[in-house]
């Protein structure tokens, strides 16, 4: 079984974005 990993890894990518960005708004809301 092969993944493309052209397809699945700008999804990931977008996703670890979208969630760094949420855990750094919670951060700053907490520190700030």
């Keep these: ?3 493309d ?3 699945i890894y ?3 990518l ?3 974005s ?3 960005d ?3 708004s ?3 809301s907490f520190l700030f």
Excluded: R
Aim: hydrophobic fraction near 55%; aromatic fraction near 10%.
């Design 5 to 7: 990993v052209n397809e």
């Design 26 to 28: 919670i951060i700053d």
């Design 14 to 16: 977008e996703s670890l």
């Design 10 to 12: 700008p999804d990931i």
């Design 22 to 24: 949420f855990l750094i």
């Design 18 to 20: 979208c969630l760094t």
């Design 1 to 3: 079984m092969f993944l």
